[in-house]
């Protein structure tokens, strides 16, 4: 009997080791199981994420020609394919291809409508609201970039662009201009003077101001009418002589319609009232008559160093003097540089700088 029951004793240890085993691989499949199923929840969400459309910064590039500093933008936007996308305002006919251009980026990216473009005419704003019409057509660009076709980026790509998307306006060097000349009283009703700016137009703008340019139709058709540069002796061969050249408004279109156009729109309180873009207008120092004009100054080969680049970095404010008002640069909240473009260099210069790994982010902004 008692060795009976030392029989059934064993056979009940073994049944509940055997239980106990069982359960054991239970729970150690479950958690296999729950470990792939989370693996592959978070392979899926990855997946998601990487394929999910990023928004993106359309830069829309207004040139003559061909764009001299492609070699410099392809080296800035290289590996950024799905946060940014091109678009190039040119002479009519004139084709972005493998003989005109050596960046992928830039290859038939040339609008298929473009009109021929004379400096301080309304043709300008015209070519801008070309380029705004095709990048809006895509929908996840939510911020357009105007520049030259003499401007370099001065930071890389992640920085520029984290800086445009953090805040949610747009960038618009905009102030009273109180000079006289300039407005055309003409304008008024459509366009009253307490609404008249002045500004640079290589603006950065948010989706919605880039619609409102583009459906406008009251100001930009009062610009064609009465928004005129003056007639200057290099230009009398194009224009009849004035008659009385005193009474002639000085008016560039391209310097007051985008201003003029959100102040007229009660827009504003949307803007950041600065531009990105740097150009130098101090020319009265400059011995080199090409230097001189209406134009900014012209950085040659000689002119590219890493202390020019530095020292338009290390710009921290803007003074709007017509305002008395003192523009302190920030971004994210925090105090920062004001530029991240800069014009205009020439090819050379702006090779000079590529060659030496001047362009991209500053030790404080790493």
């Known amino acids: ?33 729950m470990h792939t199923q989370y693996a592959r929840v978070v392979k899926l969400a990855a997946l ?42 040119s002479r009519p006919g004139f084709v972005l291809n493998k003989a005109t251009t050596r960046s992928v980026y830039f290859l038939n990216r040339q609008v298929n409508n473009s009109v021929k473009v004379d400096w301080g005419e309304a043709s300008m704003i015209e070519a801008e609201r070309i380029l705004l019409r095709h990048a809006l057509e895509e929908p996840f660009n939510e911020r357009f970039v105007f520049l030259s076709d003499s401007c370099l980026p001065l930071y890389n790509f992640s920085y520029t ?10 960038f618009v060097d905009s102030f009273a201009d109180t000079k006289e000349g300039r407005y055309n009283p003409k304008m008024d009703p459509i366009i009253p003077v307490h609404n008249w700016r002045k500004g640079s137009q290589w603006v950065v703008l948010t989706r919605k101001h880039a619609e409102v340019v583009v459906k406008d139709n ?19 061969r194009d224009r009849p002589l004035p008659v009385d050249g005193s009474k002639e408004h000085n008016c560039i279109p391209d310097e007051h319609y985008v201003q003029t156009l959100l102040a007229q729109e009660g827009l504003e309180e949307e803007i950041t009232r600065r531009s990105l873009t740097h150009s130098s207008w101090d020319l009265s120092s400059s011995k080199d008559r090409e230097r001189r004009g209406w134009h900014p100054v012209t950085y040659k080969f000689s002119d590219a160093t890493p202390k020019l680049v530095q020292s338009i970095k290390d710009i921290d404010n803007i003074n709007y003097e017509t305002e008395n008002r003192r523009e302190w640069c920030s971004s994210k909240g925090k105090p920062s540089r004001c530029f991240l473009f800069a014009r205009k260099f020439t090819r050379p210069a702006a090779l000079r700088l590529l060659n030496n790994s001047v362009l991209g982010p500053s030790r404080d902004n790493l």
């Open 1 to 33: 009997m008692k060795r009976k029951g030392n029989q059934q004793k064993s056979q009940h240890r073994w049944k509940r080791k055997l239980f106990a085993a069982v359960l054991l691989g239970l729970c150690f499949a479950s958690l296999m199981l």
């Open 48 to 89: 998601r994420y990487r394929s999910a459309p990023k928004h993106k910064i359309a830069f829309l590039f207004i040139a003559r020609n061909r764009l001299p500093l492609d070699i410099v933008w392809h080296a800035f936007l290289q590996g950024e394919e799905d946060r940014f996308s091109i678009f190039v305002h």
């Open 161 to 170: 662009y984290d800086y445009i998307m953090s805040t949610a306006t747009s």
């Open 218 to 236: 009251t100001v930009f058709p009062t610009f064609q009418l009465h928004c005129k540069r003056k007639s200057l002796p290099e230009f009398w």
